[in-house]
């Protein structure tokens, strides 16, 4: 008899549904003639469970005290005698009662399956052993019960169990996980729906990784070399050189494209460690390989491009992303193919993405304007010339004739000209004097000596360096006009990325930097002002960042007898001030580098003018961002000026008709209600003038708080006094250990009162307000709860804006002040104040505060 199957239901948390859908499950194997019974299932009085359950088999529970208590665990040895084909056991990482066989459920689990019993079971993610420490980090609550990963990875299969976070948070409130007594203290504790939304993905990636796993098992066990795309796995490879950063960020982005792609960096040394380039680079990159959520690599191997292969081979990836080479063309065809150009023949199925970087060269360097024939071309017409020539006159040996002299005569002017092609009008003309003088003393009679009798020879000579002169003055016009137009293209493209750089906006002055740094072909260029940097883009090669002083550099070379890189300064703009303000400094372009010709220069005054603009565009956002919170400012002093106009008119007009019916003669009990009325209204009045002076202290930042160790029982009787709210009309749920928490309590009897007044106006009649309280993570939270119509999700925001009642046309309401200054006040007291919805309908305010320090925490230094 073989060993039975695990097949494991996980959950991202309590109430998804595992249990049910294992006995759903378990009713399908049943209907299929499966000999199937409960070993243990866990309802905790959820009526859906109890139902699912119905009609099976049960193993009764074997009955053990502890602590007094009497537990009901799973009974191994009558599952086990009882032999059934499917045995369903709930809550896998259960730790059973001292005294049974095993300390751990997923041990019973085990001896099943050893006894040849396939066993559906279910877990949360909280319990997976390796997660533990990521979950308390979530949630804060530690899980002392935990099963090990390698009787997952045992298991024959794990099935994901999925809701959304905010239907489970509806099924919570609904009654349909926990009572209701623990409803409103779970949803502001463990299940939050941070939490909830952290444990889901958690949960999603863990068996992602399984399932990459056991793919990969399946690929090794059938040898299967090929690529499989299930998702993007990005390797770079690194040299330690200075673009490895620059190709770690490509292959992020190139990872990032798919979802749950991954970024592999590898670094491939030699044997004897004389690979090694920088240490120090490949530590940064290394760093920065991690802060991008990739993995290093190190393989020691003297092949490099086929240990690269192999590594993407080994790792199923999809990409390979390598830096271009630093090498000359001349290098590599001496050296043969490099590293890259061997990667991509032996990739096969693997992309190859050959990334630029500045190492390589610029890619924007202009091409320059000095000579119209490179020295390499020069240098080459040469080497044709004294390698051509012999090879030319051997071969006019071989064949001469007494009647070849006029293919002779050809020869040597093809030679010419070809020459004059090549290198210009000094090869050309070095050709035509070798070409004479070898024709004249192999050639021509007498031979071999270099003697003009004839008056016709020596006008062949004339006539062999005259048209050296022609074609080569041809070839260099051509060249001449070759590169005008190549550095009019370089030009144009230069202006047009300009152009695009100042209409993308805020990174339009470092975009016009790296640009004309890049243009130049300069060690640096800085952006300065008042001897301050403000934007800067340096070759690899340059550390300094700080703005060079004027006559630092001529005497430090003066000193040490070295020559000075060249600085110009170019001044940017005199009148980038904001208008109205006083009158700014004016910037300076830095070029540290080589000196800049007359054409340069007239390319650089049109990115001096692009870089005013762009600075003058800077300066206008400045200030049109200052001017925007004096409009708003503007504006919420107009609606104070007509709120008030109104809320003061309608106490002051009840006052004052009252004291005017004082003055006449009326019954005592006409007097004692308009007495009454007056000093209602002197209230309602003293009370609305409190809150707009709070509410202006709150803004300017003068909120006078006296924070200390608060007990919530010490302040809610007050402000239940002074809402006059009975059981009818709250409910408290408060905890009979919360700790104390730094507050000020005049501040926060205001902040409950104004939400507690809130709630109790917009609730439903018959419903009544809850008010909640839950310590977390070094927080306490006190949540005043209703059943009222709720607010919009995107309109949340605006009912702590001062006079804002969110259309409430009822004037009897006041300024809508209330909100405004509550969380005014929470902040002052160095707390926060949310609004969430109710499960089920309804608004939740969630007051945030921090839990008092103890006295050690207070008294140790800082």
Do not use: C
Not at 185 to 200: E, H
Not at 236 to 254: D, H, Q, S
Not at 309 to 338: C, I, K, W
Request: glycine share 10%; charged share 25%.
């Amino acid at each position: 008899m073989g060993r039975g199957a695990l097949r494991v239901l996980l959950g991202a948390a309590p109430g998804v549904g595992k249990t049910v859908a294992m006995l759903e499950e378990g009713r399908r194997l049943a209907d299929e003639g499966r000999d199937v019974v409960i070993a243990v299932v866990e309802s905790h009085g959820r009526a859906a469970t109890e139902a699912a359950a119905e009609g099976f088999e049960i193993v009764p529970r074997r009955g053990v005290e502890h602590r007094g208590l009497g537990l009901g665990e799973l009974d191994l040895e009558a599952v086990l005698a009882r032999a059934p084909e499917v045995a369903l056991v709930d809550e896998l990482a259960h730790t059973n009662a001292p005294g049974l066989a095993h300390e751990k459920r997923w041990r019973d689990v085990e001896a099943l399956r050893d006894a040849g019993i396939d066993v559906i079971s279910t877990v949360n993610i909280q319990h997976v052993e390796s997660l533990n420490d990521v979950v308390q980090q979530i949630t804060g609550v530690p899980q002392h019960e935990t099963v090990p990963d390698a009787v997952l990875r045992d298991a024959d299969q794990v099935e994901l169990i999925d809701l959304a976070p905010d239907a489970l948070r509806e099924r919570l409130a609904a009654g349909r996980v926990y009572p209701a007594a623990r409803v409103d203290a779970a949803l502001s504790n463990f299940f939050r729906l941070g939490n909830l939304t952290a444990l889901r993905e958690l949960a999603l990636l863990w068996l992602a990784d399984e399932v990459d796993s056991a793919l990969q098992r399946y690929r090794e066990a059938k040898g299967i070399g090929a690529a499989w795309e299930a998702r993007e796995r990005v390797v770079v490879a690194l040299t330690g050189g200075p673009e490895g950063e620059t190709l770690l960020r490509r292959g992020a982005r190139i990872a990032a494209r798919s979802a749950g792609g991954r970024l592999l960096a590898v670094h491939v040394s030699a044997p004897d460690g004389l690979r090694e380039r920088n240490p120090e680079a490949l530590a940064r990159q290394r760093s920065l390989v991690e802060s991008l959520g990739g993995s290093f690599h190190q393989l020691v191997d003297d092949d490099v491009p086929g240990a690269l292969v192999g590594f993407a081979r080994a790792s199923n990836a999809t990409q390979l992303v390598l830096g271009a080479s630093r090498r000359s063309r001349l290098a590599a065809l001496v050296t043969g193919p490099g590293i890259g150009a061997t990667v991509i023949r032996e990739s096969g199925d693997i992309d190859v993405h050959i990334v630029t970087h500045a190492a390589a060269g610029g890619r924007r360097r202009l091409p320059g304007t000095r000579g119209s024939l490179t020295v390499r071309r020069r240098v080459a017409g040469f080497a044709f010339a004294v390698v051509a020539g012999p090879l030319l006159t051997w071969l006019l040996s071989a064949v001469r004739s007494d009647e070849s002299i006029t293919t002779e005569v050809l020869a040597y002017q093809l030679l010419v000209v070809i020459a004059a092609l090549i290198g210009g009008l000094g090869p050309a003309l070095f050709s035509a004097v070798l070409s004479g003088l070898t024709l004249d003393y192999f050639f021509v009679a007498p031979l071999y000596s270099v003697t003009i009798a004839d008056p016709l020879h020596a006008l062949a000579l004339g006539l062999y360096v005259v048209i050296a002169v022609l074609v080569s003055l041809v070839v260099d016009r051509a060249a001449r006009r070759a590169r005008a137009a190549r550095r009019s293209a370089a030009e144009s493209e230069l202006l047009a990325t300009v152009a695009g750089s100042v209409l993308r906006g805020q990174d339009a002055l470092q975009a016009l930097v790296t640009v004309t740094r890049e243009a130049f072909g300069l060690s640096a260029v800085r952006l300065v002002r008042s001897g301050q940097v403000l934007y800067a883009d340096e070759s690899p090669g340059a550390t300094d960042a700080r703005p060079a002083p004027r006559d630092t550099a001529a005497e430090e070379a003066a000193r040490t007898g070295a020559a000075a890189e060249a600085v110009l300064r170019v001044p940017v703009s005199a009148a980038d001030s904001a208008p109205g303000g006083p009158p700014a400094d004016p910037a300076e372009l830095e070029l540290h580098g080589r000196p800049l010709s007359a054409a340069d220069r007239r390319l650089l005054a049109v990115i001096v003018a692009q870089l005013a603009a762009a600075l003058e565009h800077q300066g206008l956002a400045e200030t049109a961002s200052g001017l925007a919170p004096l409009a708003a400012a503007d504006r919420v002093r107009s609606a104070l000026l007509a709120a008030v106009g109104h809320d003061l008119r309608r106490p002051l007009a009840s006052a004052t008709a009252a004291v005017t019916g004082l003055r006449s003669e009326l019954p005592a009990a006409d007097r004692d209600e308009l007495l009454t009325t007056a000093e209602e209204s002197l209230a309602s009045l003293t009370r609305l003038l409190t809150d707009l002076l709070d509410v202006s202290r709150v803004e300017a930042g003068v909120l006078g708080v006296s924070l200390a160790p608060v007990e919530l029982a010490d302040v809610l009787p007050g402000v239940l006094d002074e809402l006059g709210a009975g059981p009818e009309q709250l409910e408290l749920e408060l905890p009979p250990a919360l700790p104390a928490f730094d507050a000020d309590p005049v501040l926060l009897e205001r902040v409950l009162v104004n939400l507690l007044s809130n709630a109790l106006r917009f609730s439903p009649a018959g419903e009544r307000v809850v008010v909640s309280a839950s310590a977390f993570a070094g927080r306490v939270e006190l949540r005043v709860v209703d059943r009222g119509p709720g607010i919009p999700a995107d309109r949340r925001s605006e009912v702590f804006v001062p006079f804002q009642r969110l259309g409430d046309l009822d004037n009897a309401t006041g300024l809508g002040l209330g909100l405004a200054l509550s969380k005014g006040f929470a902040e002052g007291m160095g707390g926060s104040l949310e609004a969430e919805d109710t499960p089920g309908g309804g608004l939740t305010m969630v007051v945030s505060l921090p839990v008092a320090r103890t006295d050690d925490a207070q008294e140790a230094p800082e």
